[in-house]
């Protein structure tokens, strides 16, 4: 299972974040320590015995010397967390500025838009037949600063992976832009954090990071058009594609299916997961997935699917073969 | 509960002839001694017994169920309102356990997510609208004229009309809620999940529309609190005398009254968006839904200071009584919650970090945001102070306030955390910041009501809370508390967002879900615990007296529970801890009529008496006109012309309220003989007749 | 306190009429079995008939009832681009549908077979593209664009441009059988 925690950081931006709230953790846990040990200590300090008569005189002048002597402790205490507000101040100050100072000439830039309950990946570029599209995986090369495009098409999203960078909001109507930067190669996950209906808990992705030269072959093999049917049954299960509902919603560049109301196709099979990171991307899953959506993901817009057993078996191995 | 009040008739009766007793043997001694003076003993006393049932019957409630509708009494009002904030308590309770058992294992289906969300959002509006505020409101309401030395709250009937219109929409919204037409976008209700668009039928017009409701019954009371503080306080309590808690309940009104209307606001925009179709929020036609974002934080997050202020109230109260001092640092701890007022209103935009805004603009927020952290520190010495040099007494009401240190200074440490925004774009919107507001909110507010409840039960009911059990009620709540949410810091940390119904079982969540969970029952415990203790000491607890706990304030020097016109003459004031330093003789004020609602009204500052006036009797009229409201509230959320139409019900219910009643009779002054006795200190205001 | 043992009781009762009253109205039906298809085979598409003249047949669409599964009918008629040529009602390439005029019928049923079977001039069919529930669903919205379902279960404005007044704000027209293929409705030349 890909990592998805704030306090293993696989980036720079996450890093900062995670060191900054170390920092916190450990002031803070101070401050509370030294507050519940003076609390302590006025507890016991006069202490009577327990169930003592409520009616006890109240001391109702209290002597002034000891007040004026807390009062200078009090006043110490203010100015401590004075001071120590300040420092965090100026701290998270310099690390909000440090998260913002990923600038780079050439860089990559991705498009994410959210969709109830998906995310629609859409890598930029000026010819636009070098513009690949995918979904709930995006993959980019370490080490290199990543600029995303973030806008939704529906309700409120929100972009975030907690290895690499707290989160951003896609707003419909505003684009909102972040940029990430991985260190570590690995698999990240991540998952809208603003609430977005019925499905926000199945509304993940994952972050792939791997050597630029691994990423350029994935690029270009997600640049290719849908790979022909080779066999028999790969055939029969284009046909049902394009007979069946799936074509009124889905992609698969190189055929007649073009509708962007579901996430594309074309390169299915190379995914890890299936709906939005809530499935591991096998054949059974997929299935599951094809027949009755509903069932996994209640309330998600994929309709349920009543097909022959043999045209769901054609079905599955062309979209397997989507590689 | 007829035995009890039975018993309490008995009750009194008995203390009535034993007093007589007393009389009787005094005069029998005093016969050999002085015949006259002992005549005059006995006549005072008839004739304070006199005066006490003219009182009675002048600011009592009406017999039968028609007076029990038509009562303005403020402890009558204030009881109803703590009752039924604390039904909606453990209503929003129950979802609560629902959540924790959907969540405790991964992939559960024991809830479906349209359910799930219904259910959380009911769960945070029940406990925000519906719970938290009112609750803060009730006790005011019930506490604040007895504190302040004063026969009914300002505005009665305004104040009886506020408690309707919080009834009347809280159950509309369960109602709906029972019907499958629950709220379903969360308490917050961001558009344009909540909007024409994305939530279908009428379930987003049912909570915007509860908010319509709430502001108007909060609005009204933030009136009358501050009217009272003002001018109703005693004589003598000037501005540096006046309880600190009554100054919280101060700056809770003055941040309801301009928190409330900008989401009362924000709620008709949505409803008009919703309804007749205006652009408000639709970014394609200039509207934006951050503005909604705006709107709703701008109250939203002052909000957590109207829960937490009389929270600190609390605090400030019963540290004092227990332990046995004077409050230390009454100015900075008055300061503090003034400044908290003011700030609490510039850092609503740390909850929109991750919405793309300026990051210089964020910056300025991070300031006002840390910088909260300064008065809520004063306070924190202050009360550490304060036990240190007193003698701290632990009972139950002093055990939740020394839970409350313990809860609420973790959650302004995760607060402080969340102010800085690299931080804060991490945990935004993850059980960090769950774990962080119930921290906040049940360690700075329901810690304290808790306290404040035992603290003031006796005052309310007359009986002692049974110290067993309320000692075992703070543990298991405060054992529970603690594993449901501190967990949960660690959750948010890995990567859990909020308001998920689920989710997946090789993420690694489950066993702190789990932990999480069992607390929960443990809190769930904890909260039998304290309605067994109230409904057994109900019937069976030990008398409390007038003062148990010898306490300063004034609420403790009239019997308990308190008449309904509070007290026989309304007491002045000399000194901030009153109680503790009145010499015996404190004067009183007399020469109030006793058969007409009279009061006094003081001056603002140094609540010098300024003139006396009457208060409205009891009235049915602002029940039908909370009826008349709910009517027209409820019908705006099917069709438009329901405003103008049902305007006039409430217009006609409102002349009906404000109908000029006749002129009464003045009645017998009450004899010379009882002002004498109170020498030459007794407060003349027959000279300053209005 | 007697009398709050019987407000209690009425409470009680008012709570649990509520609860078996609860209304389908919000349902938000994930797994449902839409109203029978079967029924469409029925569906008679002229009025012109042997022997005296029975009235017609009316089919009921359960989603009418249903503010969800009606706002669900509108995502589809945007996701399956029936606004394309209907526009948002108000027609262009494709007949207008918010107005009182059916060629082909204005009973669910009938709507129903229109969408699956397609009709001349330009209706394209959508057998086997759309499954019974979505037509359903579809069906139900289109007839909420002239009126024919109740406010509070027909949507409200889109987050878009303004257009139309929001299917909730429109008022009821009885539905009429349109004489022929109006000019907007004719193939373009």
Same mark, same amino acid.
């Given at each position: 299972?890909?990592?998805?925690?704030?306090?293993?950081?696989?980036?720079?931006?996450?890093?900062?974040?995670?060191?900054?709230?170390?920092?916190?953790?450990?002031?803070?846990?101070?401050?509370?320590?030294?507050?519940?040990?003076?609390?302590?200590?006025?507890?016991?300090?006069?202490?009577?015995?327990?169930?003592?008569?409520?009616?006890?005189?109240?001391?109702?002048?209290?002597?002034?010397?000891?007040?004026?002597?807390?009062?200078?402790?009090?006043?110490?205490?203010?100015?401590?967390?004075?001071?120590?507000?300040?420092?965090?101040?100026?701290?998270?100050?310099?690390?909000?500025?440090?998260?913002?100072?990923?600038?780079?000439?050439?860089?990559?830039?991705?498009?994410?838009?959210?969709?109830?309950?998906?995310?629609?990946?859409?890598?930029?570029?000026?010819?636009?037949?070098?513009?690949?599209?995918?979904?709930?995986?995006?993959?980019?090369?370490?080490?290199?600063?990543?600029?995303?495009?973030?806008?939704?098409?529906?309700?409120?999203?929100?972009?975030?992976?907690?290895?690499?960078?707290?989160?951003?909001?896609?707003?419909?109507?505003?684009?909102?832009?972040?940029?990430?930067?991985?260190?570590?190669?690995?698999?990240?996950?991540?998952?809208?954090?603003?609430?977005?209906?019925?499905?926000?808990?199945?509304?993940?992705?994952?972050?792939?990071?791997?050597?630029?030269?691994?990423?350029?072959?994935?690029?270009?093999?997600?640049?290719?058009?849908?790979?022909?049917?080779?066999?028999?049954?790969?055939?029969?299960?284009?046909?049902?594609?394009?007979?069946?509902?799936?074509?009124?919603?889905?992609?698969?560049?190189?055929?007649?299916?073009?509708?962007?109301?579901?996430?594309?196709?074309?390169?299915?099979?190379?995914?890890?997961?299936?709906?939005?990171?809530?499935?591991?991307?096998?054949?059974?899953?997929?299935?599951?997935?094809?027949?009755?959506?509903?069932?996994?993901?209640?309330?998600?817009?994929?309709?349920?699917?009543?097909?022959?057993?043999?045209?769901?078996?054609?079905?599955?191995?062309?979209?397997?073969?989507?590689? | 509960?007829?035995?009890?009040?039975?018993?309490?008739?008995?009750?009194?009766?008995?203390?009535?002839?034993?007093?007589?007793?007393?009389?009787?043997?005094?005069?029998?001694?005093?016969?050999?001694v002085d015949a006259a003076r002992t005549d005059d003993l006995l006549a005072d006393d008839i004739a304070d017994e006199h005066e006490r049932r003219a009182l009675a019957k002048t600011w009592g409630d009406g017999p039968g169920f028609w007076g029990w509708l038509a009562s303005t009494n403020h402890k009558t009002v204030g009881r109803r309102f703590i009752y039924t904030a604390f039904g909606f308590f453990i209503l929003a309770g129950i979802l609560a356990v629902l959540?924790?058992?959907?969540?405790?294992?991964?992939?559960?289906?024991?809830?479906?997510?349209?359910?799930?969300?219904?259910?959380?959002?009911?769960?945070?509006?029940?406990?925000?609208?519906?719970?938290?505020?009112?609750?803060?409101?009730?006790?005011?309401?019930?506490?604040?004229?007895?504190?302040?030395?004063?026969?009914?709250?300002?505005?009665?009937?305004?104040?009886?009309?506020?408690?309707?219109?919080?009834?009347?929409?809280?159950?509309?919204?369960?109602?709906?809620?029972?019907?499958?037409?629950?709220?379903?976008?969360?308490?917050?209700?961001?558009?344009?999940?909540?909007?024409?668009?994305?939530?279908?039928?009428?379930?987003?017009?049912?909570?915007?529309?509860?908010?319509?409701?709430?502001?108007?019954?909060?609005?009204?009371?933030?009136?009358?609190?501050?009217?009272?503080?003002?001018?109703?306080?005693?004589?003598?309590?000037?501005?540096?005398?006046?309880?600190?808690?009554?100054?919280?309940?101060?700056?809770?009104?003055?941040?309801?009254?301009?928190?409330?209307?900008?989401?009362?606001?924000?709620?008709?925009?949505?409803?008009?968006?919703?309804?007749?179709?205006?652009?408000?929020?639709?970014?394609?036609?200039?509207?934006?839904?951050?503005?909604?974002?705006?709107?709703?934080?701008?109250?939203?997050?002052?909000?957590?200071?109207?829960?937490?202020?009389?929270?600190?109230?609390?605090?400030?109260?019963?540290?004092?009584?227990?332990?046995?001092?004077?409050?230390?640092?009454?100015?900075?701890?008055?300061?503090?919650?003034?400044?908290?007022?003011?700030?609490?209103?510039?850092?609503?935009?740390?909850?929109?970090?991750?919405?793309?805004?300026?990051?210089?603009?964020?910056?300025?927020?991070?300031?006002?945001?840390?910088?909260?952290?300064?008065?809520?520190?004063?306070?924190?010495?202050?009360?550490?102070?304060?036990?240190?040099?007193?003698?701290?007494?632990?009972?139950?009401?002093?055990?939740?306030?020394?839970?409350?240190?313990?809860?609420?200074?973790?959650?302004?440490?995760?607060?402080?955390?969340?102010?800085?925004?690299?931080?804060?774009?991490?945990?935004?919107?993850?059980?960090?910041?769950?774990?962080?507001?119930?921290?906040?909110?049940?360690?700075?507010?329901?810690?304290?009501?808790?306290?404040?409840?035992?603290?003031?039960?006796?005052?309310?009911?007359?009986?002692?809370?049974?110290?067993?059990?309320?000692?075992?009620?703070?543990?298991?709540?405060?054992?529970?508390?603690?594993?449901?949410?501190?967990?949960?810091?660690?959750?948010?940390?890995?990567?859990?967002?909020?308001?998920?119904?689920?989710?997946?079982?090789?993420?690694?969540?489950g066993d702190l879900n789990m932990l999480a969970s069992a607390g929960g029952v443990l809190l769930t415990l904890g909260v039998l615990l304290f309605i067994v203790n109230a409904l057994r000491s109900l019937r069976a607890g030990a008398l409390a007296g007038d003062n148990p706990w010898g306490a300063a304030t004034l609420e403790w020097a009239t019997s308990s529970p308190p008449p309904a016109y509070n007290f026989l003459r309304p007491p002045t004031v000399d000194s901030?801890?009153?109680?503790?330093?009145?010499?015996?003789?404190?004067?009183?004020?007399?020469?109030?009529?006793?058969?007409?609602?009279?009061?006094?009204?003081?001056?603002?500052?140094?609540?010098?008496?300024?003139?006396?006036?009457?208060?409205?009797?009891?009235?049915?009229?602002?029940?039908?006109?909370?009826?008349?409201?709910?009517?027209?509230?409820?019908?705006?959320?099917?069709?438009?012309?329901?405003?103008?139409?049902?305007?006039?019900?409430?217009?006609?219910?409102?002349?009906?309220?404000?109908?000029?009643?006749?002129?009464?009779?003045?009645?017998?002054?009450?004899?010379?003989?009882?002002?004498?006795?109170?020498?030459?200190?007794?407060?003349?205001?027959?000279?300053?007749?209005? | 306190?007697?009398?709050?043992?019987?407000?209690?009781?009425?409470?009680?009762?008012? /709570?649990?009429?509520?609860?078996? /009253?609860?209304?389908?109205?919000?349902?938000?039906?994930?797994?449902?079995?839409?109203?029978?298809?079967?029924?469409?085979?029925?569906?008679?598409?002229?009025?012109?008939?042997?022997?005296?003249?029975?009235?017609?047949?009316?089919?009921?669409?359960?989603?009418?009832?249903?503010?969800?599964?009606?706002?669900?009918?509108?995502?589809?008629?945007?996701?399956?681009?029936?606004?394309?040529?209907?526009?948002?009602?108000?027609?262009?390439?494709?007949?207008?549908?918010?107005?009182?005029?059916?060629?082909?019928?204005?009973?669910?049923?009938?709507?129903?077979?229109?969408?699956?079977?397609?009709?001349?001039?330009?209706?394209?069919?959508?057998?086997?593209?759309?499954?019974?529930?979505?037509?359903?669903?579809?069906?139900?919205?289109?007839?909420?664009?002239?009126?024919?379902?109740?406010?509070?279960?027909?949507?409200?404005?889109?987050?878009?441009?303004?257009?139309?007044?929001?299917?909730?704000?429109?008022?009821?027209?009885?539905?009429?059988?349109?004489?022929?293929?109006?000019?907007?409705?004719?193939?373009?030349?």
């Open positions: 299972m890909p990592s998805q925690s704030a306090l293993s950081p696989a980036g720079p931006q996450a890093g900062r974040i995670i060191s900054l709230w170390w920092m916190m953790f450990y002031v803070t846990g101070a401050v509370f320590l030294i507050v519940m040990a003076f609390l302590m200590a006025a507890l016991v300090r006069r202490r009577r015995p327990y169930g003592g008569a409520a009616a006890d005189v109240p001391d109702v002048r209290p002597e002034p010397s000891g007040e004026r002597r807390m009062s200078h402790v009090v006043l110490t205490g203010v100015a401590l967390t004075v001071v120590i507000l300040f420092v965090f101040l100026v701290r998270s100050y310099v690390t909000g500025r440090a998260l913002d100072s990923l600038h780079e000439q050439d860089h990559l830039t991705v498009k994410v838009v959210g969709h109830q309950w998906w995310w629609e990946v859409s890598y930029d570029n000026a010819t636009a037949a070098y513009t690949v599209t995918t979904a709930n995986e995006i993959h980019i090369p370490v080490g290199r600063p990543v600029l995303f495009k973030l806008s939704s098409t529906d309700v409120i999203h929100s972009f975030w992976v907690p290895n690499l960078h707290g989160k951003t909001d896609l707003v419909p109507g505003h684009e909102n832009v972040t940029w990430l930067k991985a260190d570590r190669e690995g698999v990240y996950r991540g998952q809208c954090a603003e609430f977005c209906g019925h499905q926000h808990a199945h509304m993940a992705f994952t972050v792939v990071v791997e050597p630029y030269e691994k990423f350029k072959a994935w690029y270009d093999a997600q640049l290719a058009a849908a790979q022909e049917p080779s066999t028999e049954s790969q055939k029969q299960g284009r046909q049902v594609f394009l007979s069946s509902p799936c074509v009124m919603c889905h992609t698969v560049r190189g055929t007649d299916a073009g509708s962007r109301v579901g996430p594309d196709l074309t390169h299915v099979a190379s995914r890890g997961t299936l709906a939005a990171g809530t499935l591991e991307n096998t054949r059974g899953h997929l299935a599951g997935w094809v027949v009755d959506s509903q069932q996994i993901k209640p309330g998600n817009r994929m309709p349920p699917n009543n097909l022959e057993p043999a045209d769901l078996q054609a079905l599955l191995d062309y979209l397997q073969s989507l590689k | 509960m007829p035995g009890r009040k039975e018993d309490d008739r008995a009750e009194r009766a008995a203390s009535l002839e034993a007093a007589r007793t007393d009389i009787e043997a005094l005069r029998a001694y005093a016969a050999g959540m924790r058992v959907q969540l405790a294992r991964p992939e559960s289906r024991f809830l479906n997510p349209d359910l799930y969300n219904q259910i959380f959002t009911m769960h945070g509006t029940t406990m925000m609208f519906l719970f938290a505020v009112p609750v803060m409101e009730a006790v005011a309401v019930y506490v604040l004229p007895l504190m302040l030395g004063a026969r009914n709250i300002a505005f009665p009937r305004l104040n009886a009309f506020s408690y309707w219109v919080y009834l009347f929409g809280g159950v509309m919204l369960w109602v709906a809620f029972v019907l499958n037409v629950g709220p379903d976008a969360g308490w917050f209700s961001y558009v344009p999940l909540s909007g024409p668009e994305y939530g279908a039928g009428k379930r987003v017009d049912f909570w915007a529309q509860m908010i319509t409701f709430t502001e108007v019954s909060a609005l009204c009371v933030a009136t009358e609190i501050i009217t009272t503080f003002f001018k109703m306080r005693a004589p003598g309590m000037s501005l540096n005398r006046v309880p600190v808690y009554c100054w919280s309940v101060l700056v809770m009104a003055f941040m309801v009254f301009f928190a409330m209307p900008t989401i009362a606001w924000a709620s008709a925009c949505l409803m008009m968006d919703r309804l007749i179709g205006t652009h408000f929020f639709n970014p394609a036609e200039g509207g934006d839904p951050i503005l909604w974002q705006h709107l709703f934080w701008f109250f939203g997050h002052p909000e957590v200071y109207i829960i937490f202020i009389p929270g600190t109230g609390f605090v400030s109260t019963i540290l004092s009584t227990f332990s046995r001092r004077p409050i230390f640092g009454y100015t900075a701890l008055v300061l503090a919650l003034v400044s908290t007022g003011f700030i609490g209103f510039g850092l609503w935009v740390h909850h929109m970090f991750a919405t793309g805004l300026p990051r210089m603009g964020e910056s300025f927020f991070t300031g006002a945001t840390i910088m909260i952290a300064i008065p809520a520190g004063v306070q924190i010495f202050c009360w550490i102070a304060t036990l240190w040099g007193g003698r701290p007494v632990f009972k139950s009401p002093m055990m939740f306030v020394l839970g409350f240190f313990f809860i609420f200074v973790i959650g302004g440490m995760t607060g402080v955390m969340q102010g800085a925004v690299p931080v804060d774009l991490q945990v935004h919107d993850t059980y960090f910041v769950v774990a962080h507001f119930h921290y906040v909110l049940i360690g700075g507010a329901v810690f304290p009501l808790f306290g404040a409840f035992h603290y003031w039960f006796p005052k309310v009911t007359g009986r002692l809370l049974s110290e067993k059990l309320g000692h075992a009620t703070f543990w298991v709540m405060f054992v529970g508390f603690n594993l449901t949410f501190f967990p949960m810091h660690i959750l948010g940390l890995r990567g859990m967002p909020r308001r998920v119904y689920t989710y997946q079982p090789n993420l690694g969540w901030r801890d009153t109680l503790w330093t009145q010499p015996a003789d404190q004067p009183v004020v007399i020469g109030l009529r006793s058969d007409v609602r009279e009061v006094l009204v003081t001056r603002a500052l140094d609540a010098e008496p300024d003139l006396k006036t009457e208060f409205p009797d009891s009235s049915i009229w602002p029940l039908l006109a909370a009826l008349a409201t709910t009517a027209m509230f409820i019908g705006t959320i099917f069709t438009p012309w329901a405003l103008p139409v049902g305007m006039l019900p409430v217009f006609v219910t409102l002349t009906g309220w404000f109908w000029p009643k006749k002129k009464r009779l003045a009645e017998e002054r009450p004899p010379e003989e009882v002002k004498e006795k109170h020498g030459e200190r007794w407060l003349k205001l027959q000279e300053q007749e209005s | 306190m007697r009398l709050a043992r019987r407000l209690a009781i009425v409470f009680w009762a008012a /709570a649990a009429a509520l609860t078996s /009253a609860s209304c389908m109205r919000e349902e938000r039906g994930f797994r449902v079995s839409p109203p029978p298809s079967g029924r469409v085979q029925t569906v008679r598409l002229t009025d012109f008939q042997p022997g005296p003249a029975q009235p017609p047949e009316v089919t009921q669409n359960a989603y009418e009832e249903n503010a969800y599964a009606v706002s669900e009918g509108k995502r589809l008629y945007e996701q399956m681009n029936c606004v394309g040529c209907h526009f948002h009602g108000g027609g262009g390439i494709g007949p207008a549908l918010m107005d009182a005029h059916w060629i082909y019928g204005s009973d669910p049923s009938q709507i129903f077979s229109t969408i699956v079977q397609g009709r001349p001039n330009g209706m394209p069919s959508f057998r086997n593209k759309l499954n019974d529930d979505e037509v359903w669903k579809i069906a139900a919205y289109v007839r909420s664009l002239s009126g024919q379902v109740a406010k509070d279960v027909a949507p409200s404005r889109s987050d878009d441009m303004s257009g139309p007044p929001p299917e909730s704000a429109t008022e009821k027209k009885p539905p009429v059988k349109s004489g022929g293929i109006p000019k907007s409705a004719e193939m373009p030349k």
